[in-house]
Protein backbone atom coordinates (compact mmCIF):
# COMPACT_ATOMS: atom_id res chain seq x y z
CA UNK A 1 0.00 0.00 0.00
CA UNK A 2 2.75 2.12 0.73
CA UNK A 3 4.35 1.78 -2.73
CA UNK A 4 1.05 3.23 -4.26
CA UNK A 5 1.23 5.90 -2.06
CA UNK A 6 4.68 6.79 -2.41
CA UNK A 7 4.09 6.36 -6.47
CA UNK A 8 0.82 8.73 -5.90
CA UNK A 9 2.95 11.40 -4.68
CA UNK A 10 5.57 11.64 -6.74
CA UNK A 11 3.69 11.79 -10.34
CA UNK A 12 0.82 14.45 -8.52
CA UNK A 13 4.20 16.20 -7.05
CA UNK A 14 5.48 16.35 -11.03
CA UNK A 15 2.03 17.67 -12.35
CA UNK A 16 1.26 19.53 -9.34
CA UNK A 17 5.12 21.48 -9.84
CA UNK A 18 4.62 21.95 -13.55
CA UNK A 19 0.71 23.29 -13.34
CA UNK A 20 0.16 26.47 -11.13
CA UNK A 21 -3.59 27.74 -11.44
CA UNK A 22 -3.96 31.19 -10.53
CA UNK A 23 -7.44 31.46 -9.04
CA UNK A 24 -7.42 35.22 -8.15
CA UNK A 25 -6.71 36.68 -11.37
CA UNK A 26 -9.39 37.62 -13.78
CA UNK A 27 -8.96 36.18 -17.63
CA UNK A 28 -11.05 38.93 -18.72
CA UNK A 29 -13.34 36.66 -20.19
CA UNK A 30 -16.93 37.28 -19.70
CA UNK A 31 -18.65 33.88 -20.10
CA UNK A 32 -21.89 35.27 -20.48
CA UNK A 33 -20.95 37.28 -23.29
CA UNK A 34 -19.19 34.37 -25.63
CA UNK A 35 -19.86 34.58 -29.25
CA UNK A 36 -18.49 33.66 -32.72
CA UNK A 37 -16.60 37.32 -32.72
CA UNK A 38 -14.77 36.35 -29.02
CA UNK A 39 -11.04 36.47 -29.77
CA UNK A 40 -9.05 33.85 -27.09
CA UNK A 41 -5.62 35.24 -28.09
CA UNK A 42 -5.22 36.29 -24.85
CA UNK A 43 -7.11 34.21 -23.12
CA UNK A 44 -5.35 31.56 -24.11
CA UNK A 45 -2.01 33.27 -23.91
CA UNK A 46 -1.99 34.41 -20.51
CA UNK A 47 -3.72 31.06 -19.55
CA UNK A 48 -1.33 28.40 -20.88
CA UNK A 49 0.08 25.77 -18.87
CA UNK A 50 3.55 24.46 -19.26
CA UNK A 51 4.23 20.84 -17.97
CA UNK A 52 7.05 18.81 -19.24
CA UNK A 53 4.09 15.81 -20.04
CA UNK A 54 6.65 13.54 -21.94
CA UNK A 55 8.82 12.57 -18.71
CA UNK A 56 5.40 12.24 -17.07
CA UNK A 57 3.92 10.15 -19.88
CA UNK A 58 6.89 7.68 -20.28
CA UNK A 59 7.64 7.23 -16.79
CA UNK A 60 4.21 5.75 -16.49
CA UNK A 61 4.88 4.06 -19.37
CA UNK A 62 8.16 2.32 -18.09
CA UNK A 63 6.40 1.78 -14.60
CA UNK A 64 3.50 -0.12 -16.44
CA UNK A 65 5.75 -2.17 -18.43
CA UNK A 66 8.62 -3.00 -15.79
CA UNK A 67 5.41 -4.53 -13.10
CA UNK A 68 2.79 -5.61 -15.43
CA UNK A 69 1.54 -8.06 -12.69
CA UNK A 70 1.04 -4.73 -10.22
CA UNK A 71 3.94 -4.96 -8.10
CA UNK A 72 5.17 -1.12 -8.45
CA UNK A 73 8.71 0.77 -8.01
CA UNK A 74 9.03 2.87 -4.75
CA UNK A 75 9.88 5.94 -6.19
CA UNK A 76 8.21 7.18 -9.95
CA UNK A 77 10.69 9.66 -10.17
CA UNK A 78 13.63 7.07 -9.87
CA UNK A 79 11.97 5.21 -12.68
CA UNK A 80 14.73 4.75 -15.29
CA UNK A 81 13.16 4.71 -19.38
CA UNK A 82 14.70 4.50 -22.75
CA UNK A 83 11.79 5.98 -25.16
CA UNK A 84 12.81 3.91 -28.02
CA UNK A 85 12.84 0.69 -26.36
CA UNK A 86 9.90 1.02 -23.87
CA UNK A 87 7.89 2.16 -27.44
CA UNK A 88 9.74 -1.45 -28.89
CA UNK A 89 8.47 -3.26 -25.66
CA UNK A 90 5.07 -1.34 -26.46
CA UNK A 91 4.23 -3.00 -29.57
CA UNK A 92 5.46 -6.74 -29.28
CA UNK A 93 2.80 -6.66 -26.69
CA UNK A 94 0.43 -9.99 -27.05
CA UNK A 95 -3.70 -9.17 -25.71
CA UNK A 96 -3.14 -10.57 -22.76
CA UNK A 97 0.32 -8.37 -22.19
CA UNK A 98 -1.69 -5.60 -23.46
CA UNK A 99 -4.88 -6.05 -21.33
CA UNK A 100 -2.76 -5.98 -17.92
CA UNK A 101 -0.46 -3.16 -19.17
CA UNK A 102 -3.03 -0.66 -20.33
CA UNK A 103 -4.67 -1.29 -16.86
CA UNK A 104 -1.61 -0.66 -15.17
CA UNK A 105 -1.19 2.37 -17.44
CA UNK A 106 -5.12 2.97 -15.83
CA UNK A 107 -4.22 2.72 -12.54
CA UNK A 108 -0.62 4.65 -12.46
CA UNK A 109 -2.48 7.78 -14.05
CA UNK A 110 -5.25 7.55 -11.32
CA UNK A 111 -2.87 7.33 -8.83
CA UNK A 112 -1.34 10.28 -10.50
CA UNK A 113 -4.52 12.84 -10.67
CA UNK A 114 -4.70 11.50 -6.67
CA UNK A 115 -8.38 9.96 -7.23
CA UNK A 116 -9.57 6.55 -7.88
CA UNK A 117 -11.22 4.53 -10.85
CA UNK A 118 -14.74 4.34 -8.61
CA UNK A 119 -15.15 7.65 -8.44
CA UNK A 120 -14.90 8.09 -12.41
CA UNK A 121 -17.24 5.04 -12.86
CA UNK A 122 -19.99 6.46 -9.91
CA UNK A 123 -20.04 9.57 -11.75
CA UNK A 124 -20.29 7.83 -15.15
CA UNK A 125 -23.31 6.44 -14.20
CA UNK A 126 -24.83 9.68 -12.30
CA UNK A 127 -24.62 11.26 -15.60
CA UNK A 128 -26.22 8.34 -17.34
CA UNK A 129 -29.31 8.30 -15.26
CA UNK A 130 -29.63 12.01 -15.56
CA UNK A 131 -29.23 12.12 -19.33
CA UNK A 132 -31.87 9.25 -19.49
CA UNK A 133 -34.43 11.20 -17.09
CA UNK A 134 -34.07 14.28 -19.12
CA UNK A 135 -34.09 12.70 -22.59
CA UNK A 136 -37.68 11.00 -21.26
CA UNK A 137 -38.89 14.12 -20.31
CA UNK A 138 -38.23 15.60 -23.60
CA UNK A 139 -40.17 12.94 -25.99
CA UNK A 140 -37.21 10.52 -26.69
CA UNK A 141 -38.76 6.85 -26.10
CA UNK A 142 -37.05 4.01 -24.32
CA UNK A 143 -36.73 2.44 -27.28
CA UNK A 144 -34.12 4.81 -28.85
CA UNK A 145 -32.61 5.33 -25.41
CA UNK A 146 -31.80 1.44 -25.13
CA UNK A 147 -28.59 1.84 -25.83
CA UNK A 148 -28.03 4.88 -23.29
CA UNK A 149 -29.18 2.24 -20.60
CA UNK A 150 -26.69 -1.20 -21.68
CA UNK A 151 -23.85 1.72 -22.30
CA UNK A 152 -21.11 0.66 -19.53
CA UNK A 153 -17.39 2.28 -19.12
CA UNK A 154 -14.98 0.35 -21.01
CA UNK A 155 -12.94 -1.70 -18.59
CA UNK A 156 -9.14 -2.54 -20.40
CA UNK A 157 -9.46 -6.06 -18.48
CA UNK A 158 -12.15 -6.73 -21.39
CA UNK A 159 -9.69 -5.89 -24.04
CA UNK A 160 -9.80 -9.02 -26.54
CA UNK A 161 -8.68 -10.01 -29.61
CA UNK A 162 -12.71 -8.70 -31.08
CA UNK A 163 -12.04 -5.48 -29.51
CA UNK A 164 -8.18 -4.47 -28.99
CA UNK A 165 -8.16 -3.17 -32.57
CA UNK A 166 -11.07 -0.12 -32.01
CA UNK A 167 -9.66 0.33 -28.38
CA UNK A 168 -6.14 0.90 -29.60
CA UNK A 169 -7.12 2.59 -32.51
CA UNK A 170 -8.52 5.46 -29.76
CA UNK A 171 -5.90 5.11 -27.14
CA UNK A 172 -3.27 4.11 -28.93
CA UNK A 173 -0.61 0.95 -27.97
CA UNK A 174 0.94 2.69 -25.23
CA UNK A 175 -2.70 4.04 -23.93
CA UNK A 176 -1.67 8.10 -23.98
CA UNK A 177 -4.08 8.40 -26.72
CA UNK A 178 -5.89 11.82 -26.09
CA UNK A 179 -9.44 10.55 -26.81
CA UNK A 180 -13.38 9.77 -25.13
CA UNK A 181 -15.47 7.92 -27.75
CA UNK A 182 -18.19 5.63 -27.29
CA UNK A 183 -17.90 2.01 -28.62
CA UNK A 184 -21.24 0.71 -30.74
CA UNK A 185 -21.66 -2.74 -30.77
CA UNK A 186 -18.48 -3.75 -28.67
CA UNK A 187 -18.82 -7.61 -28.04
CA UNK A 188 -22.74 -6.53 -28.45
CA UNK A 189 -22.34 -4.71 -25.95
CA UNK A 190 -22.08 -0.95 -25.77
CA UNK A 191 -19.39 1.56 -24.08
CA UNK A 192 -17.49 4.61 -23.31
CA UNK A 193 -13.86 4.89 -23.31
CA UNK A 194 -12.15 7.37 -22.23
CA UNK A 195 -8.02 6.59 -22.53
CA UNK A 196 -5.60 6.94 -19.84
CA UNK A 197 -4.20 9.87 -22.12
CA UNK A 198 -7.36 11.56 -21.77
CA UNK A 199 -7.54 11.42 -18.25
CA UNK A 200 -3.84 12.75 -17.60
CA UNK A 201 -4.71 16.25 -20.07
CA UNK A 202 -7.60 16.41 -17.68
CA UNK A 203 -5.54 16.45 -14.46
CA UNK A 204 -3.50 18.90 -16.58
CA UNK A 205 -5.95 21.19 -17.41
CA UNK A 206 -7.40 21.40 -14.02
CA UNK A 207 -7.33 20.98 -10.28
CA UNK A 208 -11.28 19.77 -11.01
CA UNK A 209 -10.40 17.00 -13.68
CA UNK A 210 -13.51 15.13 -13.21
CA UNK A 211 -15.72 18.00 -13.56
CA UNK A 212 -13.95 18.51 -16.91
CA UNK A 213 -14.38 14.73 -17.56
CA UNK A 214 -17.95 15.34 -17.31
CA UNK A 215 -18.94 17.20 -20.32
CA UNK A 216 -16.92 14.26 -22.59
CA UNK A 217 -19.11 11.67 -20.60
CA UNK A 218 -22.18 13.53 -21.60
CA UNK A 219 -21.20 13.86 -24.83
CA UNK A 220 -20.13 10.36 -25.43
CA UNK A 221 -23.09 9.23 -23.48
CA UNK A 222 -24.94 11.95 -26.09
CA UNK A 223 -23.91 9.31 -28.83
CA UNK A 224 -25.96 6.33 -27.17
CA UNK A 225 -29.16 8.08 -28.46
CA UNK A 226 -29.95 6.77 -31.15
CA UNK A 227 -30.11 10.06 -33.69
CA UNK A 228 -30.97 8.06 -36.67
CA UNK A 229 -34.57 7.23 -34.59
CA UNK A 230 -35.04 9.96 -33.03
CA UNK A 231 -33.21 12.85 -35.17
CA UNK A 232 -36.60 13.61 -37.31
CA UNK A 233 -38.70 14.02 -34.90
CA UNK A 234 -36.44 15.63 -31.80
CA UNK A 235 -33.70 17.55 -32.77
CA UNK A 236 -34.72 18.50 -36.65
CA UNK A 237 -35.79 22.35 -34.93
CA UNK A 238 -32.61 22.42 -32.95
CA UNK A 239 -30.39 21.89 -36.47
CA UNK A 240 -32.13 23.85 -38.85
CA UNK A 241 -31.67 26.82 -35.76
CA UNK A 242 -27.90 26.24 -36.06
CA UNK A 243 -28.20 25.59 -39.25
CA UNK A 244 -30.16 29.43 -39.60
CA UNK A 245 -27.65 31.36 -37.38
CA UNK A 246 -24.14 29.93 -37.42
CA UNK A 247 -24.16 28.76 -41.35
CA UNK A 248 -21.70 30.54 -42.59
CA UNK A 249 -19.27 29.27 -39.44
CA UNK A 250 -20.03 25.67 -40.05
CA UNK A 251 -19.70 26.67 -44.13
CA UNK A 252 -16.05 28.15 -42.88
CA UNK A 253 -15.28 25.02 -41.25
CA UNK A 254 -16.12 22.48 -43.77
CA UNK A 255 -14.43 24.56 -46.98
CA UNK A 256 -11.31 24.63 -44.52
CA UNK A 257 -11.79 20.56 -43.61
CA UNK A 258 -12.50 19.99 -47.82
CA UNK A 259 -9.23 21.70 -48.44
CA UNK A 260 -6.96 20.08 -46.18
CA UNK A 261 -8.73 16.61 -47.06
CA UNK A 262 -8.40 17.49 -51.37
CA UNK A 263 -4.69 18.53 -50.02
CA UNK A 264 -3.91 15.54 -48.30
CA UNK A 265 -5.63 13.12 -51.25
CA UNK A 266 -7.60 11.35 -48.68
CA UNK A 267 -11.55 12.44 -49.54
CA UNK A 268 -13.26 10.29 -47.71
CA UNK A 269 -11.16 10.52 -44.77
CA UNK A 270 -9.45 7.06 -43.65
CA UNK A 271 -10.09 8.40 -39.97
CA UNK A 272 -13.87 7.45 -40.93
CA UNK A 273 -13.64 3.83 -42.20
CA UNK A 274 -15.89 1.53 -40.09
CA UNK A 275 -17.76 4.73 -38.13
CA UNK A 276 -20.30 5.53 -40.44
CA UNK A 277 -23.62 3.10 -41.37
CA UNK A 278 -23.19 2.22 -45.20
CA UNK A 279 -26.15 4.50 -46.52
CA UNK A 280 -24.88 7.31 -44.54
CA UNK A 281 -20.97 6.77 -45.94
CA UNK A 282 -22.65 7.23 -49.39
CA UNK A 283 -24.39 10.32 -48.89
CA UNK A 284 -21.33 11.58 -47.19
CA UNK A 285 -19.19 10.35 -50.08
CA UNK A 286 -21.53 11.69 -52.44
CA UNK A 287 -22.16 14.99 -51.14
CA UNK A 288 -18.50 15.55 -50.82
CA UNK A 289 -17.09 14.13 -54.56
CA UNK A 290 -20.20 16.43 -55.64
CA UNK A 291 -18.90 19.54 -54.67
CA UNK A 292 -15.37 18.91 -55.46
CA UNK A 293 -16.60 17.50 -58.76
CA UNK A 294 -18.25 21.63 -59.59
CA UNK A 295 -15.31 22.70 -57.75
CA UNK A 296 -17.43 24.28 -55.26
CA UNK A 297 -16.37 23.66 -51.32
CA UNK A 298 -19.68 25.42 -49.90
CA UNK A 299 -21.85 22.51 -49.63
CA UNK A 300 -25.26 23.12 -48.40
CA UNK A 301 -25.65 22.70 -44.70
CA UNK A 302 -28.97 21.05 -45.20
CA UNK A 303 -26.77 18.22 -47.09
CA UNK A 304 -23.78 18.88 -44.38
CA UNK A 305 -25.84 17.87 -41.77
CA UNK A 306 -27.32 14.58 -43.53
CA UNK A 307 -24.16 13.60 -45.12
CA UNK A 308 -21.49 14.38 -42.15
CA UNK A 309 -21.30 13.59 -38.87
CA UNK A 310 -21.91 17.05 -37.55
CA UNK A 311 -25.18 16.56 -36.18
CA UNK A 312 -24.51 13.52 -34.27
CA UNK A 313 -21.66 15.56 -32.88
CA UNK A 314 -24.13 18.61 -32.06
CA UNK A 315 -26.79 17.08 -30.41
CA UNK A 316 -24.32 14.67 -27.86
CA UNK A 317 -22.90 18.40 -27.46
CA UNK A 318 -26.39 19.38 -26.01
CA UNK A 319 -26.12 16.12 -23.12
CA UNK A 320 -22.38 17.14 -23.23
CA UNK A 321 -23.52 20.83 -21.34
CA UNK A 322 -25.86 19.26 -19.28
CA UNK A 323 -24.09 16.78 -17.57
CA UNK A 324 -21.17 19.33 -17.12
CA UNK A 325 -23.71 21.91 -15.74
CA UNK A 326 -25.17 19.42 -13.13
CA UNK A 327 -21.62 19.01 -11.56
CA UNK A 328 -21.15 22.32 -11.20
CA UNK A 329 -24.52 23.66 -9.97
CA UNK A 330 -23.78 23.60 -6.21
CA UNK A 331 -20.21 25.10 -6.23
CA UNK A 332 -19.20 28.39 -5.23
CA UNK A 333 -19.39 31.11 -8.07
CA UNK A 334 -15.53 31.18 -7.65
CA UNK A 335 -15.08 27.40 -8.44
CA UNK A 336 -17.29 27.82 -11.19
CA UNK A 337 -15.65 30.17 -12.44
CA UNK A 338 -12.41 28.44 -12.33
CA UNK A 339 -13.61 25.07 -13.88
CA UNK A 340 -15.42 27.75 -16.58
CA UNK A 341 -12.44 28.96 -17.20
CA UNK A 342 -10.36 25.46 -17.56
CA UNK A 343 -12.71 23.98 -19.60
CA UNK A 344 -12.80 27.09 -22.45
CA UNK A 345 -8.87 26.54 -22.18
CA UNK A 346 -9.58 22.76 -22.47
CA UNK A 347 -12.10 23.19 -25.49
CA UNK A 348 -10.47 25.87 -27.64
CA UNK A 349 -6.97 26.81 -26.58
CA UNK A 350 -5.42 23.39 -27.18
CA UNK A 351 -7.68 21.49 -29.75
CA UNK A 352 -7.83 23.22 -33.63
CA UNK A 353 -8.33 20.00 -35.06
CA UNK A 354 -10.57 20.46 -38.35
CA UNK A 355 -12.67 17.98 -39.38
CA UNK A 356 -15.39 17.12 -41.57
CA UNK A 357 -16.84 14.91 -38.63
CA UNK A 358 -16.40 17.49 -35.98
CA UNK A 359 -17.29 21.00 -36.21
CA UNK A 360 -14.47 23.22 -34.75
CA UNK A 361 -13.91 23.30 -31.06
CA UNK A 362 -14.52 27.23 -30.76
CA UNK A 363 -17.78 27.14 -32.58
CA UNK A 364 -19.19 24.19 -30.62
CA UNK A 365 -18.12 26.16 -27.27
CA UNK A 366 -20.21 29.14 -28.20
CA UNK A 367 -23.36 27.37 -29.28
CA UNK A 368 -23.05 25.71 -25.77
CA UNK A 369 -22.26 29.39 -23.79
CA UNK A 370 -24.82 30.90 -25.75
CA UNK A 371 -27.40 27.95 -24.47
CA UNK A 372 -30.05 27.97 -21.74
CA UNK A 373 -28.27 25.40 -20.24
CA UNK A 374 -24.93 27.35 -19.30
CA UNK A 375 -26.60 30.85 -19.20
CA UNK A 376 -28.86 29.13 -16.32
CA UNK A 377 -25.96 28.10 -14.67
CA UNK A 378 -24.03 31.24 -15.00
CA UNK A 379 -27.07 33.48 -13.61
CA UNK A 380 -26.88 35.43 -17.17
CA UNK A 381 -28.86 38.84 -17.11
CA UNK A 382 -28.43 39.69 -20.40
CA UNK A 383 -29.77 38.21 -23.70
CA UNK A 384 -27.63 35.55 -25.29
CA UNK A 385 -24.90 37.78 -27.40
CA UNK A 386 -26.56 36.45 -30.82
CA UNK A 387 -29.78 37.28 -32.05
CA UNK A 388 -31.41 33.89 -31.79
CA UNK A 389 -29.79 31.50 -29.35
CA UNK A 390 -30.77 27.92 -30.33
CA UNK A 391 -32.02 25.46 -27.28
CA UNK A 392 -33.29 22.21 -27.38
CA UNK A 393 -33.48 22.01 -23.55
CA UNK A 394 -36.05 25.01 -23.34
CA UNK A 395 -34.88 25.46 -19.64
Known sequence: MKYFLTLALAVYSLIGNAIEIDTQKSTGINFCDISTSTNYVNFCSKNSKSVDEKIIRNQIISSALTAPDGSLPVDLKSVSFNEKNDQQAVDNLRIEQRARYLTQVERLVFQSMGLRRDQLKELFNEIKSQLIQVAEKSGIGQDILERTARTELFSFENLNSKNSARILQACDKDGMGEQAIFLDKIDQNYYMLICPGELLRAARASRFPLKLLSFFIGHELGHSVDISKAGTQIFSNY????????????????????????????????????????????????????????????????????????????????????????????????????????????????????????????????????SNILRNLLRCQTPAKEANSCNWLEN
Open 239 to 370: LNCLEKFYGTEFRLNISKALQTELANRSVPSSTLVGLAEKASWNRYYDAVHKSISEKNLNIGLSEVFKSTFYAYELTADIFGHLGFARQLEKLSQSEKNEILEDFTRYRVCEDEFVSLTHPNSRLRTTIGFQ
